[in-house]
């Protein structure tokens, strides 16, 4: 009986219990399975830099119980809930070797997800959903009332991020990966958006303490494996990527680009490229300028959203483009002894490069030239470049971490303790 190779589309950011809890509960369903992070990078689907630098974070998740940390491509890790899917699931089918798809929601009914993922396909709904967008309503918010109808319990479920995302999955897995198998488990401990420190919190709470400066007085291993307790104990407001950091230069990008050089944004759609000059314009800050730009129609998470998409360029041209292609490499940032196995079972099974070195796909050099002299693999591989970069831009002492130089984590017999 072939080894079940398990993978996770996740962010970790920070890798916590409710992470640990996750894995261990793969391990308990599936005995005996491998496991394989795809993870977001350098920027997060929120639109901020991540709180560890994505070799850091990589290290933390195999320390955790993770066998093969690869990195989800920035040009689907920064989008929507559908889009974050959809890249997850095809990089995870492109690698050969994936048997089943974990994921967690708030509901353990994987049958009713099921089925609002073959009812949100039907062609009258999506009719209506496109036509909820354009109106205004948000992905999330018109999906789920469209899915809903007058079923406040159903609502009530889909008002559940995690939910959400978890029919986005299966949508996914129907279309480009339909031998995968869905492996549902129920999420342990506080909501996805809950800053509250306790019990098992979320990783919201713990970035929100970590930069109010505030340390809980059980310590961080109360919430976290030792790994990344010790991390986070090492973290300071002075040392994290601080977005605020960014603000000047999203300010320039929006005043100094044209009406129809904003429009061509990924995400700017009816509009908005005016609502964000003018909102430019009057805020003193980053955080004023997602409050003064955010309306009904267009919420605080999309404006925050679109922040790395205007100051790296990324055009509305390029996603269409990226979809099509779909992901063009894997990009590994950590491995335990158990995924340098997978690793080497990979090389006869993956459709896609195995990329350990930037350099020999993509140079400095090469990254300069207009997107259209770029191959695909380039084109998506210099976003990934460019976010950590951004990243590098919100520390108040740069890292000096690059893509080109930054090798990945393979660690000797002795090396998890000293993570």
């Not at 630098?53 to 195999?62: C, G, P």
């Not at 093969?68 to 050969?96: D, N």
């Not at 609502?155 to 978890?166: T, Y």
């Not at 977005?243 to 429009?263: I, K, Y």
Request: net charge positive; hydrophobic share 40%.
């Amino acid at each position: 009986m072939p080894t079940p190779i398990v993978a996770v589309i996740a962010e970790y950011n920070p890798f916590h219990l409710g992470h640990a809890y996750h894995l261990s509960a793969i391990r308990k369903q599936v005995p005996g399975a491998k496991i394989i992070a795809l993870m977001s990078g350098s920027c997060t689907q929120r639109g901020e830099p991540s709180l560890l630098d994505k070799w850091h974070k990589a290290r933390l998740a195999i320390a955790g119980g993770i066998d093969l940390a690869l990195e989800l491509p920035f040009v689907y890790a920064s989008r929507s809930a559908q889009e974050f899917a959809r890249g997850g699931i095809r990089l995870a089918s492109l690698l050969g070797l994936v048997t089943h798809l974990a994921f967690g929601a708030e509901t353990d009914n994987l049958d009713e997800l099921q089925k609002l993922a073959i009812a949100s396909e039907a062609p009258d709904l999506q009719a209506k959903l496109h036509a909820c967008i354009a109106s205004g309503a948000s992905y999330a918010s018109a999906l789920t009332s469209l899915l809903a109808g007058a079923d406040a319990r159903k609502e009530k479920m889909l008002r559940k991020p995690n939910n959400i995302l978890a029919v986005e999955y299966l949508r996914a897995l129907k279309h480009y990966a339909p031998r995968i198998k869905p492996l549902l488990i129920k999420r342990l401990g506080s909501g996805y958006h809950e800053e509250r420190l306790s019990g098992t919190p979320s990783a919201a709470a713990i970035r929100k303490a970590l930069y109010a400066g505030q340390t809980p007085a059980e310590g961080w291993e109360a919430f976290c494996p030792p790994a990344t307790a010790r991390a986070l104990t090492s973290l300071t407001p002075e040392t994290l990527p601080n977005r605020e950091r960014l603000w000047l230069t999203l300010r320039l990008v929006l005043l100094r680009r044209t009406q129809p050089e904003l429009r061509a944004i990924y995400g700017v759609t009816e509009g908005l490229e005016n609502r964000l000059r003018r909102s430019a314009n009057e805020a003193g800050s980053l955080q004023e300028f997602i409050s003064r730009a955010t309306t009904k129609r267009y919420p605080g998470s999309r404006i925050a959203r679109l922040a790395p998409h205007l100051m790296l360029s990324f055009r509305r041209t390029d996603a269409n483009y990226f979809d099509q292609q779909g992901p063009a490499y894997a990009r590994i940032l950590a491995a335990s002894h158990t995924g340098t196995e997978l690793l080497h079972k990979m090389k006869n099974t993956a459709r896609i490069p195995l990329i350990t070195k930037v350099s020999p796909y993509l140079t400095t050099h090469a990254r300069e030239q207009a997107p259209e002299e770029l191959t695909p693999l380039q084109r998506m591989l210099s976003y990934d470049t460019w976010a950590t970069e951004l990243r590098e831009l919100a520390l108040p002492h740069p890292s000096g971490l690059n893509d080109f130089q930054q090798s990945p984590y393979f660690p000797r017999k002795d090396d998890l303790h000293a993570l």
